[in-house]
T-cell receptor, first 112, second 114 residues
Framework: QQPVQSPQAVILREGEDAVINCSSS?????VHWYRQKHGEAPVFLMI?????EQKGHDKISASFNEKKQQSSLYLTASQLSYSGTYFCGTEDSGGGADGLTFGKGTHLIIQP | NAGVTQTPKFQVLKTGQSMTLQCAQD?????MSWYRQDPGMGLRLIHYSVGAGITDQGEVPNGYNVSRSTTEDFPLRLLSAAPSQTSVYFC?????????????FGPGTRLTVL
């Protein structure tokens, strides 16, 4: 079952902050965040693991609430280059396919 | 390093035709996978492989076959193309299972089935 992302879309002015949320109905082992620009491939941003470990870019921050099966991606002092579609991918704790289940994406538009 | 490469970039098929989408990586990654991306649907996992000779089904495997005879290559075969398979297909690879590892995506193949 796909994780649910919110909001579906957001428009910001350069320099403003944004929070993108991802929630699942299943117990999660890890949450992954990717950004995709129009016509391009998704690009890795961050992995958050159950237990608190994180791997990703220094300028990106995110949280993972294991009890609520939710993750949030924090984009501060947004730049024009942050525009794109953000996807969370989840891996549940119950086994099954050895891969990620992605949400439908959040479209982020940064205006000058 | 070329990273993950996919061919062709664009393809138009008629219903019932078969074809193979090619994917190769030069990073010595063990894990490879195929996703399809449809408007408003995000990325959906078709098949994946944890190493040469090992493949398994993802979320939407029907109508597709894969094989992994080498570490580098992971082709996706459409057996009898249907309009519902019109989509953008992405191949991805990672050092190991995606739990702990960044996935590197190829540039994609845009497929239209008439």
């Amino acid at each position: 079952q796909q994780p649910v992302q919110s909001p579906q879309a957001v428009i910001l002015r350069e320099g403003e902050d944004a929070v993108i949320n991802c929630s699942s109905s299943k117990a999660l082992y890890s949450v992954h965040w990717y950004r995709q620009k129009h016509g391009e491939a998704p690009v890795f941003l961050m992995i958050l693991l159950k237990g608190g470990e994180q791997k990703g870019h220094d300028k990106i921050s995110a949280s993972f609430n294991e009890k609520k099966q939710q993750s949030s991606l924090y984009l501060t002092a947004s730049q024009l280059s942050y525009s794109g579609t953000y996807f969370c991918g989840t891996e549940d704790s119950g086994g099954g396919a050895d891969g990620l289940t992605f949400g439908k994406g959040t479209h982020l538009i940064i205006q000058p | 390093n070329a990273g993950v490469t996919q061919t062709p970039k664009f393809q138009v098929l008629k219903t019932g035709q078969s074809m193979t989408l090619q994917c190769a990586q030069d990073m010595n990654h063990e894990y490879m996978s195929w996703y399809r991306q449809d408007p408003g649907m995000g990325l959906r996992l078709i098949h994946y492989s944890v190493g040469a000779g090992i493949t398994d089904q993802g979320e939407v495997p029907n109508g597709y076959n894969v094989s992994r005879s080498t570490t580098e290559d992971f082709p996706l075969r459409l057996l009898s193309a249907a309009p519902s398979q019109t989509s953008v297909y992405f191949c991805a690879s990672s050092l190991g299972r995606p739990s702990y590892n960044e996935q590197f995506f190829g540039p994609g193949t845009r497929l239209t089935v008439l």
